[in-house]
């Protein structure tokens, strides 16, 4: 971690600059700092492989910077979409908090953006004594725009086609185009360790994604069972859970059991014996389930979840996901069916074929583990 009290050298750079997520705010002076601290540590580890990365704070900001010219669009992206407890990121270009600086840049920025016939909006924030106001930088920004050689281009601050974002913090101002949104909540790691049960199954990511953004560092349990789009989940599971995941092959298991309609409770049972297993051996104690209140027709019987409380002995947490559309997490290019080819939907349910000796041979199957 660098760490810097002047910050002159960022003049003239391009950095991504991280917008702490809003629920830090409301912590504690103490928490916060931690909080913050265990932010950064996280994306330091995503940008392990770029060593030429730095990561600094600057008044309630953390900046993002390189000596080489990565693609800050790309990476951006990478951040907000693996890292909890961020607000939002924009790369941007720093320049001086001085008038002459800001309007001659963000001059330069609205012209290799602003297309002709088009409307446009200077957005300005500013923290610090300046001897000028947010609302005479805007306008005098916007002034030389309108002067510009843009044809045809014109203010619009209720639905511009372009924006142009003055981030002005003491003796630095930002100037950027975009912002990428963030998962926000609060960083991971920050709330302990759980091992995640997740197949090929929106709810099963989605259970896990919830407890990622409550700060818990998430380790998943991945059970391939032979269904045609589970590369998919895999590749999504590696991008959005960095570290340590197990991938245990149950496709073999589920076709010896094909003509049960107790299928999916059977499975669910064995899947989550394993994670207590996996779970045990690295000392962690609390194992998060997609089981309780999904959000795409899934269906449990309140017996069907006082076998599955009985069956592990650690805590499981079972996040609610009833009324949750596919806010803030990108699993929109992931099917929403079952979690296998032998189901047509999971119904976690006590069905008349359902019985304990039958369990019991479902369970002693010996998982492949890759």
């Given at each position: 971690m660098a760490s810097f009290t002047n910050y002159s050298f960022l003049i003239n750079k391009h950095v991504i600059l991280v917008r702490i997520g809003g629920e830090l705010g409301i912590k504690s002076r103490q928490t916060r700092r931690r909080m913050v601290g265990q932010l950064r540590d996280n994306i330091e580890r995503i940008f392990e492989q770029y060593p030429d990365f730095n990561v600094l704070e600057f008044r309630d900001r953390?900046?993002?910077?390189?000596?080489?010219?990565?693609?800050?669009?790309?990476l951006s992206h990478l951040i907000v979409n693996?890292?909890?407890?961020?607000?939002?990121?924009?790369?941007?270009?720093?320049?001086?908090?001085?008038?002459?600086?800001?309007?001659?840049?963000?001059?330069?920025?609205?012209?290799?953006?602003?297309?002709?016939?088009?409307?446009?909006?200077?957005?300005?924030?500013?923290?610090?004594?300046?001897?000028?106001?947010?609302?005479?930088?805007?306008?005098?920004?916007?002034?030389?725009?309108?002067?510009?050689?843009?044809?045809?281009?014109?203010?619009?601050?209720?639905?511009?086609?372009?924006?142009i974002f003055l981030d002005i913090r003491g003796s630095l101002a930002f100037i950027y185009t975009e912002i990428f949104k963030g998962i926000d909540g609060i960083p991971s790691q920050s709330q302990g360790v759980a091992?995640?049960?997740?197949?090929?199954?929106?709810?099963?990511?989605?259970?896990a994604w919830l407890m990622k953004k409550r700060g818990v560092q998430v380790i998943p349990v991945f059970f391939r069972t032979g269904k045609s789009s589970e590369e998919t989940?895999?590749?999504?599971?590696?991008?959005?859970f960095n570290g340590?995941?197990?991938?245990?092959?149950?496709?073999?298991?589920?076709?010896?059991?094909?003509?049960?309609?107790?299928?999916?409770?059977f499975c669910q049972v064995y899947c989550e014996k394993m994670c207590q297993?996996?779970?045990?051996?690295?000392?962690?104690?609390?194992?998060?389930?997609?089981?309780?209140?999904?959000?795409?027709?899934?269906?449990?019987?309140?017996?069907?979840?006082?076998?599955?409380?009985?069956?592990?002995?650690?805590?499981?947490?079972?996040p609610i996901q009833l009324g949750f559309f596919s806010k803030?997490?990108?699993?929109?290019?992931?099917?929403?069916?079952?979690?296998?080819?032998?189901?047509?939907?999971?119904?976690?349910?006590i069905f008349d074929d359902f019985n304990a000796t039958m369990l019991e041979k479902f369970l002693s199957f010996k998982p492949k583990v890759e």
């Open positions: 953390l900046l993002i910077y390189s000596e080489s010219n990565n693609n800050l669009n790309k693996s890292v909890s407890g961020i607000s939002s990121v924009s790369p941007a270009l720093v320049v001086k908090a001085t008038e002459n600086s800001i309007i001659s840049s963000g001059l330069s920025n609205a012209i290799a953006i602003i297309h002709p016939h088009s409307s446009f909006a200077v957005r300005v924030r500013r923290e610090g004594d300046h001897p000028f106001s947010s609302m005479d930088i805007a306008s005098k920004l916007g002034a030389k725009i309108l002067s510009a050689p843009i044809e045809g281009v014109k203010v619009n601050l209720e639905s511009p086609d372009f924006q091992i995640a049960l997740i197949r090929p199954n929106s709810n099963s990511v989605l259970a989940f895999l590749d999504h599971v590696k991008s959005q340590n995941f197990i991938v245990i092959s149950i496709k073999d298991l589920l076709n010896s059991f094909i003509d049960y309609t107790s299928l999916c409770l297993e996996v779970a045990k051996n690295g000392k962690i104690s609390v194992i998060i389930s997609p089981t309780c209140f999904n959000y795409n027709n899934e269906t449990m019987s309140l017996e069907a979840l006082e076998i599955l409380e009985k069956r592990v002995s650690l805590s499981i947490i079972r803030g997490i990108d699993i929109d290019h992931l099917d929403r069916f079952a979690c296998c080819h032998f189901q047509s939907k999971v119904s976690l349910e």
